[in-house]
């Protein structure tokens, strides 16, 4: 029996083994987050090696599978003969799913292989892969220091290796370890996923903020290798077993272990997918979707995918959203009743039972308090918040067709940079939402249209009719909390004037109804007070004007825009703006958590 036949009967055999369990899974499937690992490496790897590599990989591929079981591992390979085919043929041992993004059409493609049994085995896993595209590639005119043929033939692949490193979690590559001025080669590739930056490919002045910034992009899993060609160093022979984790990281730049940074954000990966699993049953029927089905059919499939991944972010974030006012409501009630048994304790007599009642509320408040933190309620609401609206504005601008001017940027690389580390999660999420979608971008018109009707909108529908609707909810509730504060001023200025006036005629039982009287509107203003600032209500008001003049700008500009360049270019000026107002939203709200001594201080 030959490898392929081999390959091919050891799936089936695993995939019939698995076929009523998946059956029956058909939902959760749909929201699970893919852990993707690209492969990057050298062609000429010696025969010699290949076992051990080949052993290595299945090794990693395996301990990712075990480590993180509530993601769908998937291995992106570009099956170009060596590293590539090998990294595909072992997922596909392991029923890994795999991604196959060609570089150029794949008639032409094939014409790179050297060997008819290369190109058979490059059909067979094509043959075999969950998915196989085209990247829509338009060579740049030559750049100085490059001849034109060289720069023709390697743009493809260099191409090809930044929207590897964009759309991965890890970048497997299987290497020599030796820098490399090879334009698209395994070298310039890492150094790409490191820097943003390839000889020829990348302006100098384009990396200068990712450069300084610590994020999740610099994960590469480095197998060493040695090549079989001409005048190769001798003594070089790879040691397979100095395999390692290689990232920018000054002072360990290469590990064993995975580092710390990038296991929370698996970490945080792995729980959204474990949530995302958990409730995948109400997701599916409470679910609220970007994609019209009656516009579905004008528009790329590939927005089915982005809309997936928001439709489980929004309503996991509406699910915690609840949660988390439910906390602070109940927190705060009990603050007031804490406040209440106390004045009435001091005023009314001194009553044993109201100190136990006391402790009481406080008790209830701090259980509360207790299983919010112990669930993450808070965090989850946020993060997964943030993530739905970024996967929003990836949404329309892939509808719209909306790209970056420069070709190796996409929605996600910028989104939440300059914040917490921890954020680059959600970057990891919206790594893989636009694979396709990014891969070919969309250049129909009814995309243009869609977006303009959907998102933007007007004054009662869209993000525009979102804003004004919700600016106008956020300033009655701000008035509330204002008249509450006046009210309590006015009782208790009666109550300094009720002193005043008739004081020394009052009973004992008189001075302490007034008392408990003024006390409890003062207490009452001061818990609303507290609410309204961990609900951040002035500031949101702030952000939702902001954010309802810059759509109303957007639309009246869009309705003036002559044509879909023009349009698109507002577009994209209007996602950027809606993001980084994303990042200061979670960066404010995450200031705003209330913990167990804020209860006793309100209280008090």
């Known amino acids: 029996m030959n490898r392929q036949s081999f390959l091919f009967k050891e799936r089936l055999v695993k995939l019939v083994d698995r076929t009523d369990m998946e059956s ?12 993707v690992v690209a492969v990057t490496g050298h062609r000429d790897l010696v025969p010699a090696e290949i076992p051990q590599i080949r052993a290595r990989v299945a090794s990693l591929l395996q301990e990712l599978k075990e480590l993180y079981p509530d993601n769908r591992l998937t291995v992106m390979s570009p099956l170009a003969e060596g590293a590539d085919m090998l990294v595909a043929e072992v997922a596909l041992e392991l029923c890994v799913e795999l991604i196959v993004p060609l570089p150029k059409p794949r008639n032409e493609y094939i014409d790179d292989f050297r060997s008819e049994s290369a190109k058979d085995q490059f059909e067979f896993l094509c043959s075999q892969a969950n998915q196989v595209f ?13 001849e034109e043929n060289n720069w023709k033939g390697s743009y493809p692949y260099a191409h090809l290796g930044t929207f590897l490193c964009a759309h991965c979690h890890i970048l497997l590559a299987i290497w020599d370890g030796k820098d490399s001025n090879k334009l698209g080669g395994t070298a310039q590739v890492v150094k790409f996923h490191h820097d943003d930056v390839m000889l020829g490919l990348t302006p100098k002045t384009a990396a200068s903020q990712q450069m300084l910034v610590d994020d999740e992009s610099d994960l590469v899993f480095h197998i060493p290798c040695s090549r079989n060609r001409v005048k190769y160093e001798e003594n070089s022979i790879a040691n397979v077993e100095d395999s390692c984790w290689f990232t920018k990281d000054e002072e360990s730049p290469r590990s064993k272990e995975l580092p710390a940074q990038h296991k929370l954000i698996f970490q945080r990966s792995t729980e959204f997918s474990a949530d995302a699993i958990k409730f995948a049953t109400k997701i599916e029927a409470g679910k609220w979707s970007l994609l019209d089905e009656s516009k579905a059919a004008e528009l790329p499939e590939f927005l089915a995918d982005i809309d997936r991944l928001y439709c489980v972010a929004d309503w996991l974030a509406i699910h915690y959203q609840k949660k988390t006012l439910r906390t602070l409501l ?5 603050a007031f009743l804490m406040g209440l048994m106390f004045i009435l304790y001091s005023d009314l007599g001194s009553v044993q039972l109201l100190l136990f009642a006391f402790l009481g509320f406080f008790a209830i408040a701090a259980a509360t308090q207790y299983f919010a933190k112990h669930g993450a309620w808070q965090r989850k609401y946020l993060d997964y918040r943030t993530l739905a609206e970024g996967l929003r504005v990836q949404f329309y601008w892939a509808a719209a ?3 970056n001017a420069s070709k190796w940027k996409f929605a996600h690389d910028n989104y939440l940079q300059s914040q917490n580390p921890e954020f680059g999660w959600i970057r990891n999420v919206m790594r893989v939402a636009g694979i396709l979608a990014d891969a070919k971008p969309n250049s129909d018109t009814n995309g243009v249209k869609f977006t303009l009707e959907e998102w933007v909108g007007g004054p009662d529908s869209g993000q ?15 008035k ?8 309590s001023l006015v009782v208790s200025v009666t109550a300094v004037f009720v002193f005043l006036i008739v004081g020394s005629n009052m009973t004992d039982l008189a001075e302490a109804i007034v008392t408990v009287i003024m006390g409890s509107f003062l207490l009452l203003y001061g818990v609303r007070e507290g609410y309204a600032y961990a609900t951040a209500t002035k500031e949101l008001v702030k952000q939702y004007e902001f954010m309802l003049r810059i759509f109303d700008n957007a639309h009246r500009r869009l309705s ?8 698109r270019q507002i577009l994209a000026a209007l996602g950027q703006s809606a993001l980084d107002e994303h990042s200061d939203w979670i960066l404010m709200h995450r200031e705003r958590s209330l913990d167990e001594s804020e209860i006793w201080r309100m209280g008090s």
């Open 24 to 35: 029956s899974q058909s939902t959760t499937e749909q929201v699970v987050l893919p852990l």
């Open 134 to 146: 085209e990247l829509a590639c338009s060579i740049p005119p030559v750049p100085e220091g490059f």
């Open 330 to 334: 109940v927190t705060h009630v009990m």
């Open 401 to 403: 067709g909306v790209t």
């Open 464 to 478: 525009l009719g979102y804003f004004k609707s919700k600016a106008y909810e956020r300033i009655q509730r701000q």
């Open 480 to 487: 509330f909390t204002e008249n509450l504060g006046k009210l």
């Open 560 to 567: 003036e825009a002559q044509n879909l360049g023009e349009k």
